[in-house]
């Protein structure tokens, strides 16, 4: 028993002893550090951003000028990230980046916009250059099956009262905002228009979709002896079939009709399919031409194995040797295509009241989610190499866009300026004043011109 007591307080006695040898801790001993933070969600959003970038740094024409810095989350979409990436296209003999044309769009809106359907009132408006005057507001342009075409509306009709605001000025930033959007992002908007007989109408204007029908006119006019072909043909964009359907029909008549000499209206043509464009230009090429190199498609170094070739099938062949195009800024991408083509096989006329738009580059739909993005991914070259007009055409006459008038009227001053040139070799009288346009008007009409699509647009699918 005794024995049982020693051993009690032996085992009592190391316990002891061990626990006293435990060391106390240090209040300075730094704690376990935290477990790691889950890692970051990544979002759908996020992916599309990624995957936007990612095909950028790998199809577009300027690739190896993106740094490797660029965040593309830090953007609201993939639109913006297009835009952000423009800054980073130098070329040699040009100060600013060239690229003003890569953009990215939802598919819905696209698949709408590339086959015509529009959704608006079917008007477009610039600001006419009348002589010390920046409140003259007319109609440019109108589409035949829109809510201003059907309700008779005209290009030329001055417009004095938009949602019953009459104080419409090109010099006055706040009347061009109410412009743009009265005109482009209403539903319904209120117009007093003033006719060309001195009579004014009012109108409700509602938006609703319609299919477009971009050759607005033609007409064969026989004027001193001469017979002139004339078209207006406002964009190489919608039903492919109808325009193609349209162009053999205009040429059609034109050759029955043995026109001398054609004019291509292009003012307002901000560019389409590139094979609508090669289409136009086998029409309007001589015969000589055919079999000969229409233009090029050069990509950049990661896909010049897609490079391409395409030589010309003149059409219906008219064998003119000149044309006249009728031009403006508003002229882009696919329009300015069908010029550099044909430059190296006829004389090719230009009238209009500044330079060509100047986008030599082209590209097609990249789907990314729900989006399209539009990288510059090729470059187009004549067969002479000319190629890089990034500063636009600039016109052989200048001439103010007469605005008011409608179209295929003789007097409207560019056409009238093509007939002149064509019945006596000059484009004006010697006593006619040399066209100025009012700095405000072209700044307004820049604004009001930024809603229309500027493209050449090939319909390859994306390479990968």
């Given at each position: 028993m005794q024995y049982k007591n020693y051993r009690f307080l032996l085992v009592m006695l190391v316990l002891s002893i061990f626990i006293s040898c435990k060391k106390t801790p240090d209040a300075t001993t730094t704690p376990p550090p935290p477990p790691p933070p889950p890692p970051p969600v990544v979002t759908l959003e996020d992916k599309i951003k990624d995957t936007t970038l990612m095909y950028s740094r790998d199809i577009y024409l300027w690739y190896k000028q993106i740094p490797a810095t660029f965040n593309p989350r830090t953007y609201a979409d993939p639109n913006k990230i297009m835009e952000a990436i423009r800054q980073y296209s130098t070329e040699v003999g040009y100060p600013n980046p060239v690229d003003r044309f890569s953009f990215a769009m939802k598919q819905a809106e696209w698949n709408n916009v590339s086959s015509g359907i529009s959704g608006d009132f079917g008007i477009d408006v610039f600001f006419f250059n009348s002589p010390n005057v920046t409140t003259d507001l007319r109609v440019k342009s109108v589409e035949r099956e829109s809510p201003a075409g059907k309700a008779g509306v005209k290009r030329g009709w001055r417009i004095t009262k938009l949602n019953g605001n009459s104080n419409i000025d090109a010099s006055n930033q706040n009347s061009i905002n109410a412009v743009i959007n009265g005109v482009f992002n209403s539903t319904s908007s209120s117009f007093t228009f003033l006719k060309p007989d001195g009579s004014s109408v009012d109108l409700t204007l509602n938006a609703a979709n319609y299919q477009t029908h971009p050759v607005m006119v033609d007409s064969v006019y026989t004027i001193s002896g001469k017979k002139i072909g004339y078209m207006v043909l406002e964009s190489f964009i919608g039903d492919t079939v109808e325009i193609k359907s349209e162009l053999t029909r205009v040429f059609n008549r034109f050759a029955t009709s043995a026109v001398n000499d054609v004019i291509i209206d292009l003012r307002y043509n901000g560019g389409g399919y590139v094979s609508l464009a090669e289409r136009l230009s086998n029409y309007l090429?001589?015969?000589?031409?055919?079999?000969?190199?229409?233009?090029?498609?050069?990509?950049?170094?990661?896909?010049?194995?897609?490079?391409?070739?395409?030589?010309?099938?003149?059409?219906?062949?008219?064998?003119?040797?000149?044309?006249?195009?009728?031009?403006?800024?508003?002229?882009?991408?696919?329009?300015?295509?069908?010029?550099?083509?044909?430059?190296?096989?006829?004389?090719?006329?230009?009238?209009?009241?500044?330079?060509?738009?100047?986008?030599?580059?082209?590209?097609?739909?990249?789907?990314?989610?729900?989006?399209?993005?539009?990288?510059?991914?090729?470059?187009?070259?004549?067969?002479?190499?000319?190629?890089?007009?990034?500063?636009?055409?600039?016109?052989?006459?200048?001439?103010?866009?007469?605005?008011?008038?409608?179209?295929?009227?003789?007097?409207?001053?560019?056409?009238?300026?093509?007939?002149?040139?064509?019945?006596?070799?000059?484009?004006?009288?010697?006593?006619?004043a040399v066209y100025r346009e009012l700095p405000q008007v072209t700044t307004a009409n820049a604004e009001l011109d930024k809603h229309t699509l500027k493209g050449t647009i090939s319909t390859r699918k994306f390479l990968k």
């Open positions: 090429a001589p015969a000589s031409a055919n079999g000969s190199i229409m233009m090029r498609q050069t990509f950049n170094d990661k896909y010049s194995q897609y490079n391409s070739t395409t030589n010309f099938t003149v059409t219906n062949s008219l064998n003119l040797p000149r044309v006249f195009f009728i031009v403006s800024s508003s002229t882009a991408s696919a329009s300015e295509l069908v010029i550099n083509n044909l430059l190296p096989f006829m004389e090719v006329k230009l009238i209009g009241r500044n330079a060509t738009y100047g986008k030599p580059v082209g590209f097609f739909p990249i789907p990314v989610g729900d989006w399209y993005i539009f990288p510059v991914s090729f470059k187009t070259v004549n067969r002479t190499g000319q190629s890089n007009y990034y500063n636009g055409f600039t016109p052989d006459a200048i001439i103010a866009d007469g605005l008011d008038k409608n179209w295929g009227d003789i007097t409207e001053a560019s056409l009238a300026s093509a007939i002149k040139y064509i019945t006596t070799g000059a484009f004006r009288y010697q006593a006619d």
